[in-house]
T-cell receptor
């Protein structure tokens, strides 16, 4: 499968714990995006990388969230001191030009 | 912000045609995307419109009017597997030009 992959697919954690998600984009795509989606809503932009540079970050992204793309290939999204409001589907997408291709997402449940 | 508005739910009959409308703010607008999302799955790309007019791709067509801030997705010969959420998303120039701004999605139910 040469599409976008994300791990883990599901994560259940207790409030206050840290979690990290990984995204592997389509190999030739230099742009990588993170979105968050809650039930009944469209995906909401979190952050964007071009190669290894983080070029855009949503104002909605609190300082508990950090993302990296160290070698311009895979990316990680870390959430520190998780809160129940962080429960959502975290989607990664990659692109070369216009259309963004989404991965299957990581569903986070904070108990 | 750049409000993207689309109906919450629609129902249509198998074999019929359905049109899902989307309106967006025109200031700084670049292009309009449509994605399909089945429950519990990732969005999959359907279409991308930059210029005015209709783009046809098999059973699915997408229309854009830049001056009116309006787009629609047309699904023909509906099949049961078309039951899904359809997401309208726009990109805007300037800061944030690569991010997709999504509407809440239109949940389409196809009935026999």
């Amino acid at each position: 499968d040469t599409g976008v992959s994300q791990n883990p697919r599901h994560k259940i954690t207790k409030r206050g714990q840290n979690v990290t998600f990984r995204c592997d984009p389509i190999s030739e795509h230099n742009r990588l995006y993170w979105y968050r989606q809650t039930l009944g809503q469209g995906p909401e932009f979190l952050t964007y990388f071009q190669n290894e540079a983080q070029l855009e970050k949503s104002r909605l992204l609190s300082d508990r969230f950090s993302a990296e793309r160290p070698k311009g290939s895979f990316s990680t999204l870390e959430i520190q001191r998780t809160e129940q409001g962080d429960s959502a589907m975290y989607l990664c997408a990659s692109s070369l030009m216009g259309e963004q291709y989404f991965g299957p997402g990581t569903r986070l449940t904070v108990t | 912000g750049q409000n993207i508005d689309q109906p919450t739910e629609m129902t249509a009959t198998e074999g019929a045609i359905v049109q899902i409308n989307c309106t967006y703010q025109t200031s700084g607008f670049n292009g309009l995307f449509w994605y399909q999302q089945h429950a519990g799955e990732a969005p999959t790309f359907l279409s991308y419109n930059v210029l005015d007019g209709l783009e046809e791709k098999g059973r699915f067509s997408s229309f854009l009017s830049r001056s009116k801030g309006y787009s629609y997705l047309l699904l023909k010969e509906l099949q049961m597997k078309d039951s899904a959420s359809y997401l309208c998303a726009a990109t805007y120039s300037g800061a944030g030009s690569y991010q997709l701004t999504f509407g809440k999605g239109t949940k389409l139910s196809v009935i026999p």
